[in-house]
Nanobody, 127 residues
Framework: QVRLVESGGDSVQAGGSLRLSCAISRATRSSYYMAWFRQTPGKEREGVAA???????NYADSVKGRFTISKDLAPSNVYLQMSNLKPEDTAMYYC?????????????????????WGQGTQVTVSS
């Protein structure tokens, strides 16, 4: 059973920073592709950042240069460092995982490609 638990969401002023964490627990050792998504009411879930098993990263254009995804060497935590936050970054942020394969760059930020999801953590940025 794979379980993802996000933490770190908060309310901040524009220009501020936050660090989200995602702890992944699983019954057996395995490697996972990981990603962060976000969603606001009435909108589709949007890919924000992804990290491959080997550590390659992929970002949405809207967050490039401001957000950084990383993971522990022990493969049980993934982080999203968010800087220079803007009001449009306000959303529920979700951590996701999958084992898959194939051309990672083609599906890295596609929510339908992921099998496991956390419950979300709220980020609110005020102007």
């Amino acid at each position: 059973q794979v379980r993802l638990v996000e933490s770190g969401g908060d309310s901040v002023q524009a220009g501020g920073s936050l660090r989200l964490s995602c702890a992944i627990s699983r019954a057996t050792r395995s490697s996972y592709y990981m990603a962060w998504f976000r969603q606001t009411p009435g909108k589709e879930r949007e890919g924000v950042a992804a990290i491959s098993i080997s550590g390659y990263t992929n970002y949405a254009d809207s967050v490039k240069g401001r957000f950084t995804i990383s993971k522990d060497l022990a493969p049980s935590n993934v982080y999203l460092q968010m800087s220079n936050l803007k009001p449009e970054d306000t959303a529920m942020y979700y951590c996701a995982a999958r084992r898959g394969g194939g051309d990672w760059s083609s599906w890295a930020l596609q929510p339908d490609e992921y099998d496991y999801w956390g419950q979300g953590t709220q980020v609110t940025v005020s102007s």
